[in-house]
C-alpha cells in the first residue's frame, strides 16, 4: 500500500438498486476519507445504508456512481476477482454473525485465509493467535460447541490473523450480551492497537461507536459528519 | 491464488467436511448408485456369459458348419491357427442289422473330441439313470436310441452290424447336444467312432452323407473365423451359431440381455436423481463458505477449481468404493444363489469397473456441475446479506447438458438408440404432463384447503408453500418409482412369456407310428396309468416330388438339392385351425370353397427353400400314388415349441384317402420311467422319442434367465430406496428447523406427526401417480419397440401403487424428521442459526 495516501477513500459514491417498481437509490453523495490506523465508526439506523457502505468501501460490490479507492488502488472500475486479489491479506472482516464455516475447527477457520494465502506457518500463527484472543484451550472444537462471545473471538482472530492493514467490522457486538460484547469489542480495540490497523466499523451501538477516533451518521443513504 | 494453492486447499477443505459428516449423504448416493449400477454390470456379464456358454452346450458348440460334402482341409487349418476346437460329425441313414431284423437308422460318426461343449448323456440300462459323458463310443461300440434296442429286440451288450462292421451295443443314448429340434421325424440314432467309419464300407462316392463341424473357442478368434469362413463358404455349405439354431433360447438370452441394459439404464438414472439432488443440496450448503473465501482474497476461478476438484475427488472415492460395493455384492449374491446359477461362471470382468468408475465421474461431474458453477458466482456481499443468492444459469443450457449427458449415457449403456429415446421420451413427456398436472394440483388442493380436516391442513399448506422444492422432489420420487415400476412391469411380463416358452408340464415324449386299430387302446393304455397324454395327430407320409409339374430337383437350386425336406418322408397333417404358435405370413386360411379341393399351408421358411410360392402346385408321393394339393398360405412355425409341427397342413379331408398313422405326444415324470418299457410292449410298432434331456436342458436355461433378471430387479429396488432416502435427507434441514420453531410455539408431538406425515404423504401420493403414468408410457413405447410385447395397462399399479407410495415415503419422512422430536428445539434452532 501506498502509506502516502488514505488507505480507504470515497468521492462522491451512490448506490441505485433496481426494485419491481424501477430503482432505489439507496446510498448518494456519500465522500469519506479514513486514514492510516484511524479507527472509524459509521452509526445509523437499521436499514439506513451502512452495510451497503461497508460492502462498498470492503470492494465487495461496486458503487452505481463515485470512485472508491482501496489500499491505494481504485476500485470501482475492477472486476470482482481483481478486487478479490488487493482484498487478500491486506483486508480483514469480522461479521456480526460470525461467519465461521461450521465444519470446520476454530484453529482450521483461522488459519484459513492463510491457507488461501499460501502461507507455509498457517497452523502456529493461528494457534498463537487463538491464544492471544484467550481460547487456546478451545482450538480443537467447532462453532456449535462455542458460545456466541467464544465465535466471535475465533472470528476475530481470524480478521487479524494475517495481519491487515484494514479491518472491517459489521456490527461485530451486535450479536452478543452486553458482558460479551464488551470483551469482545476490548479485544478488537486491543489488537487494533497492537497491529496498527485501519478500522472502519458498523454499528448502532452509541458506547462501541464511542471508542472509535472518529464518528460518522448514515441517515436515509447520506453521511453526515459527527 | 496460485494452482499449487488450490491444489492444496481443496482436498484439506474436502477431508474437513468428510470429517463433519456432511459429505457421507451425497458419498452414499454415489456409492449406491454405482455400486448398484457395477453389481448389476458384473452379475449380468457373469451371468449371461455363463448362461451362453450353457447354450452352446445346447448346439456343441460355438460355431457349426454343415454340407453334403467333406469340407476343405483349410478350414480345420485356419481353426487351429487361430486355436479354435473342432470335431466333425458325419451323418448318414443306413440299415442296422441283427441277423434276424434289419432296421433304417441315422448313424452318426465322432470325433474324439466331439461334444465340444456340452455333453452327451447315456444310461447303463434300458430306461435307467442318466449320464454325462464327455465323448463318444470307443472303437467298435455302438450307442443307440431306446427305439433301436426295441425295434431290433436286442438287449445291451449285444452286437448290431453296419455295412461290413459289427459293432457291440454298450450304452442306450438318451441325448446329444447337437440333434436339433425337429426329432420325431428322425430315423433313430446309432451312434460310432469315426476310426470305425471307413472300414464299415457304408460310405462310397455317391452316398449321401450330411457333414457336421463344430468349432469353440475364445469369442473375439470365432467371429473372426466365422468372419473368415462366410468369404469361402461353397455352394450347400452353411454355417449356423446359438441364434440361428435354437432361435427360442437365443431370443430369451437377448431379452435377458436388454432387460440388464434397461435395469442397468434405470440404475443409472436413480443415480443421476440421486446424485444431482445431493449435489444441488452440497453446492447450496456452501453459499456461505463460497462468499467468505471470496472476501478472504479467493477469486472466482479458485472457488471453480477448489469444489470441482473436490468433485473429482469426490467421484474417485465413489467410484473405488462403489465398485468395491458392487464386486462384494454380486459375488454374495453368486455366492447365495450357488446351485442355481449355471456351473462354470466365468470370472469377473473388468468392463464394470471401467464402466463403474466412468460414471463416478460423468454423473458427479455431469450432474452437480450446473450447481457447483454457480458457487463460482455467489456474490461476496452475502457475509453481510444472507438473502443474496448466485444467479442461477441459464434453465435451458443445464436443463440441455443434463438431457444430453443422459442420453449420451443410455446410448453407450445400452447401445440401443430406440431403447434410450424411447425413454428420454417417455421421460420428457412425463415430465412436462406432471408439471402441467402438479400446477393443476396445486390450485386446486389450495382452493379446497378449508375442505381438508384441519388435522392435516398444517401438513398440505407446508406442501404448498415449499412449492419449488416440493415439485423437484416429487418429480424425484415421481421418477423414482417411474423407473423401479419399469423394471418391475417388465420383469413380470417376460418370465410370464419365458416360462410359456417351456410350460412345466410340456410333453417329454413323443410317440410316432401310432396305427388306426392302436389309437383306442393308447387312449386306454395312458389313461389306466395316469399318463398325462396329449391329443393324436393324424400323419400321412408324404414325399415332396414335383413343384408345379416340375421335379423338385430341378425347380431348387444347385445347394438346396441336398435339402433334408426333399430327400425323405415329410409328416403330412390336416387341421380346421391355424396350429397353436402358428403364423400366416402370406395368403389365408381354409374357406368353405376349399371343401373338396385339396389345400396346403406351407411353412414359410422351407417356401423360401424350395421357391414355393402362393397358388403353387405341389406334387407329393404316398405309397403308391402321385396326388397334387394348392398352396393357399405360407405359415411361420416355432420349431422348438415341444409340439408336434409340420411343414406341410392340409385342409381337413384332403388326407382321408391315403394311409395314415397318428402321432402324439406326452408327459411322463422322470421316476416313472420304467412305464416306458412297458408301452413299448404293448405297443411294439411305435416309434417312442425322448426329449426329457433336450426340455430339461432349456428349462435350466430359462429359470437361470428368470432368476439372473429376479435378482438384478433386486438392485434396482435397493438402489431405488436409498435414493428416495437421501433424496429425502437433503430437505431435512428446513424442516428441522422448522419444526423445532413450531415446538418452541407449544405443538405438541401429534400435531408434528400429523403435519410431518400429511406433507410427506401428499408427496407420496402424488409421486405414486406420476411413477404409474410415466411407468405406462415407458413400458408401451418398449412393448411396442423393443420386447415385441403385447401392451395393455397395469390396473393393479394404478391401485396400489400411490397408496403404498404414500404411505412409505409418509413413514420415510417421519422417521428422517424424527431429530424433531428427540432433541431439544434450542440446539436445532442454534445448528440452523449457525
Known amino acids: 500500500m501506498n502509506q502516502q495516501t488514505s488507505p480507504i477513500r470515497a468521492e462522491n459514491v451512490g448506490k441505485t438498486v433496481p426494485v419491481a417498481s424501477g430503482s432505489l437509490r439507496i446510498l448518494q453523495d456519500i465522500d469519506l476519507k479514513v486514514e492510516a490506523a484511524e479507527t472509524l465508526a459509521i452509526v445509523g439506523a437499521s436499514g439506513s445504508g451502512k452495510s451497503t457502505l461497508l460492502g462498498l468501501l470492503a470492494g465487495l460490490d461496486r458503487p452505481s456512481e463515485g470512485r472508491i479507492r482501496l489500499a491505494g488502488y481504485d476500485i470501482t472500475t475492477l472486476d470482482e476477482d481483481s478486487r478479490a486479489s488487493i482484498r487478500a491479506g491486506r483486508v480483514g472482516f469480522v461479521f456480526q454473525s460470525f461467519q465461521l464455516l461450521p465444519n470446520l475447527t476454530a484453529l482450521e477457520n483461522v488459519s484459513l485465509p492463510l491457507e488461501i494465502t499460501g502461507a507455509d506457518d498457517a497452523g502456529p500463527r493461528a494457534t498463537e493467535i487463538l491464544e492471544r484472543v484467550g481460547l487456546g484451550e478451545r482450538v480443537t472444537h467447532y462453532p456449535l460447541q462455542l458460545s456466541g462471545g467464544e465465535q466471535q473471538r475465533v472470528a476475530i482472530a481470524r480478521a487479524f490473523v494475517t495481519r491487515p492493514d484494514i479491518l472491517f467490522a459489521d456490527e461485530p457486538t451486535g450479536n452478543l450480551d452486553t458482558e460479551n460484547g464488551r470483551r469482545v469489542a476490548d479485544l478488537l480495540f486491543a489488537l487494533n492497537a497492537e497491529h496498527g490497523t485501519t478500522l472502519v466499523l458498523v454499528t448502532h451501538d452509541a458506547e462501541l461507536a464511542g471508542r472509535c477516533g472518529r464518528c460518522v451518521n448514515m441517515e436515509a443513504g447520506r453521511l453526515y459528519s459527527s | 491464488m496460485r494452482p499449487s494453492q488450490v491444489l492444496a486447499l481443496s482436498p484439506r477443505l474436502l477431508w474437513r467436511e468428510w470429517r463433519s459428516g456432511e459429505l457421507s449423504i451425497l458419498l452414499l448416493a454415489l456409492v449406491v448408485a454405482i455400486g448398484s449400477h457395477t453389481a448389476i454390470g458384473h452379475f449380468a456379464d457373469r451371468i449371461s456369459r455363463g448362461m451362453t456358454i450353457n447354450a452352446q452346450h445346447v448346439i456343441g458348440g460355438d460355431l457349426v458348419m454343415s454340407s453334403s460334402r467333406p469340407f476343405d482341409p483349410a478350414v480345420r487349418e485356419e481353426a487351429a491357427r487361430l486355436d479354435i476346437e473342432t470335431a466333425s460329425t458325419q451323418r448318414f441313414f443306413t440299415v442296422a442289422g441283427t441277423g434276424e431284423d434289419i432296421l433304417l437308422v441315422s448313424v452318426k460318426s465322432v470325433g474324439d473330441s466331439y461334444p465340444l461343449k456340452g455333453s452327451l448323456r447315456v444310461t447303463r440300462e434300458l430306461y435307467g439313470a442318466e449320464e454325462a459323458v464327455q465323448s463318444g463310443p470307443g472303437r467298435g461300440e455302438a450307442w443307440v436310441e431306446a427305439r433301436v434296442l426295441h425295434a431290433l429286440g436286442i438287449e445291451l451288450g449285444q452286437e448290431i452290424t453296419i455295412g461290413e462292421s459289427g459293432f457291440r451295443v454298450s450304452r442306450v443314448l438318451t441325448y446329444e447336444p447337437d440333434r436339433g429340434n425337429n426329432f420325431y421325424s428322425f430315423n433313430p440314432r446309432v451312434m460310432i467312432n469315426q476310426a470305425d467309419l471307413e472300414e464299415t464300407g457304408v460310405i462310397q462316392p455317391g452316398s449321401r452323407v450330411w457333414y457336421r463341424d463344430l468349432f469353440a473357442g475364445d469369442a473375439v478368434q470365432v467371429s473372426r473365423f466365422r468372419a473368415w469362413l462366410e468369404l469361402r463358404l461353397n455352394p450347400g455349405e452353411h454355417i449356423r451359431n446359438l441364434d440361428e439354431d435354437r432361435p427360442a433360447l437365443s431370443e430369451a438370452l437377448d431379452k435377458a440381455k436388454q432387460y440388464t441394459g434397461l435395469a442397468s439404464l434405470v440404475a443409472l438414472l436413480l443415480a443421476a436423481v440421486a446424485v444431482a439432488n445431493s449435489g444441488r443440496h452440497y453446492s447450496e450448503r456452501h453459499y456461505d463458505t463460497s462468499a467468505l473465501l471470496r472476501c478472504l482474497g479467493c477469486s472466482q476461478n479458485d472457488i471453480l477449481g477448489i469444489y470441482v476438484l473436490q468433485l473429482l475427488l469426490l467421484a474417485l472415492a465413489g467410484g473405488v468404493l462403489g465398485n468395491l460395493v458392487g464386486w462384494l455384492s454380486q459375488a454374495g449374491l453368486i455366492m447365495v444363489l450357488g446351485s442355481l446359477l449355471p456351473e462354470n461362471i466365468p470370472g469377473i470382468g473388468i468392463e464394470p469397473v471401467l464402466s463403474g468408475m466412468f460414471l463416478g465421474f460423468v454423473v458427479l461431474l455431469g450432474f452437480t456441475l450446473p450447481s457447483v458453477l454457480r458457487l463460482r458466482a455467489v456474490p461476496p456481499q452475502r457475509v453481510l446479506r444472507k438473502d443474496l443468492t448466485p444467479l442461477s444459469l441459464s434453465a435451458r443450457l443445464v436443463y440441455g447438458v443434463t438431457l444430453t449427458l443422459i442420453v449420451t449415457l443410455m446410448w453407450i449403456y445400452t447401445g440401443n438408440i430406440i431403447l434410450t429415446l424411447g425413454m428420454t421420451g417417455g421421460s420428457v413427456v412425463v415430465i412436462a404432463v406432471v408439471a402441467l398436472g402438479i400446477v393443476g394440483i396445486f390450485r386446486l388442493l389450495a382452493r379446497s384447503l378449508p375442505l381438508i380436516p384441519v388435522q392435516v391442513r398444517a401438513g398440505v399448506r407446508n406442501f404448498l408453500r415449499r412449492r419449488r422444492e416440493t415439485v423437484a422432489q416429487t418429480m424425484a420420487f415421481g421418477l423414482t418409482i417411474m423407473a423401479m415400476l419399469v423394471v418391475l412391469m417388465l420383469r413380470t411380463e417376460l418370465i410370464t412369456t419365458w416360462q410359456e416358452t417351456v410350460p412345466e408340464d410340456a410333453p417329454n415324449h413323443f410317440v410316432l407310428n401310432i396305427q388306426v386299430h392302436e389309437t383306442e387302446p393308447w387312449a386306454e393304455f395312458t389313461a389306466r396309468r395316469g399318463i398325462d397324454a396329449g391329443p393324436l395327430y393324424q400323419v400321412v407320409r408324404g414325399r415332396l416330388i414335383r413343384i408345379n409339374g416340375t421335379p423338385v430337383r430341378d425347380h431348387v437350386s444347385k445347394e438346396d438339392r441336398e435339402d433334408e425336406s426333399i430327400n425323405r418322408e415329410l409328416n403330412l397333417t390336416w387341421s380346421e385351425e391355424l396350429p397353436t404358435d402358428n403364423r400366416l405370413t402370406a395368403g389365408r386360411w381354409w374357406q368353405a370353397g376349399d371343401r373338396g379341393h385339396t389345400r396346403v399351408s406351407v411353412e414359410d421358411e422351407l417356401a423360401e427353400r424350395l421357391g414355393i410360392a402362393i397358388g403353387d402346385e405341389l406334387t407329393f408321393f404316398t405309397g403308391d400314388r402321385n396326388w397334387t394339393a394348392k398352396v393357399v398360405s405360407l405359415r411361420r412355425v416355432k420349431w422348438d415349441n415341444f409340439n408336434p409341427n409340420f411343414y406341410m397342413v392340409f385342409n381337413p379331408g384332403a388326407l382321408d384317402t391315403l394311409p395314415a398313422s397318428w402321432i402324439g405326444s406326452f408327459f411322463l415324470e422322470p421316476e416313472r420311467k420304467k412305464l416306458l418299457v412297458d408301452m413299448m410292449r404293448s405297443f411294439p410298432s411305435i416309434t417312442l422319442l425322448e426329449v426329457d434331456a433336450v426340455l430339461r436342458q432349456i428349462k435350466t436355461i430359462i429359470g437361470q434367465v428368470i432368476l439372473a433378471v429376479e435378482s438384478i430387479l433386486l438392485f434396482v429396488l435397493v438402489a431405488g430406496f436409498v435414493v428416495t432416502l437421501s433424496a429425502i435427507h437433503t430437505s431435512m434441514?428446513?424442516?428441522?428447523?422448522?419444526?423445532?420453531?413450531?415446538?418452541?410455539?407449544?405443538?405438541?408431538?401429534?400435531?408434528?406427526?400429523?403435519?410431518?406425515?400429511?406433507?410427506?404423504?401428499?408427496?407420496?401420493?402424488?409421486?405414486?401417480?406420476?411413477?404409474?403414468?410415466?411407468?405406462?408410457?415407458?413400458?408401451?413405447?418398449?412393448?411396442?419397440?423393443?420386447?415385441?410385447?403385447?401392451?395393455?395397462?397395469?390396473?393393479?399399479?394404478?391401485?396400489?401403487?400411490?397408496?403404498?407410495?404414500?404411505?412409505?415415503?409418509?413413514?420415510?419422512?417421519?422417521?428422517?424428521?424424527?431429530?424433531?422430536?428427540?432433541?431439544?428445539?434450542?440446539?436445532?434452532?442454534?445448528?440452523?442459526?449457525?
Open chain 2, 733 to 834: 434441514n428446513e424442516r428441522l428447523q422448522e419444526g423445532a420453531l413450531v415446538r418452541t410455539l407449544g405443538a405438541g408431538r401429534g400435531l408434528l406427526h400429523i403435519n410431518q406425515w400429511s406433507e410427506f404423504a401428499s408427496m407420496g401420493l402424488l409421486a405414486g401417480l406420476i411413477g404409474v403414468l410415466g411407468a405406462e408410457l415407458v413400458i408401451a413405447v418398449l412393448y411396442w419397440r423393443i420386447f415385441e410385447l403385447e401392451y395393455s395397462p397395469t390396473w393393479w399399479a394404478w391401485a396400489l401403487v400411490p397408496p403404498l407410495s404414500a404411505l412409505l415415503i409418509g413413514l420415510a419422512g417421519i422417521w428422517s424428521s424424527r431429530r424433531i422430536l428427540a432433541q431439544p428445539p434450542i440446539r436445532i434452532l442454534r445448528e440452523a442459526g449457525a
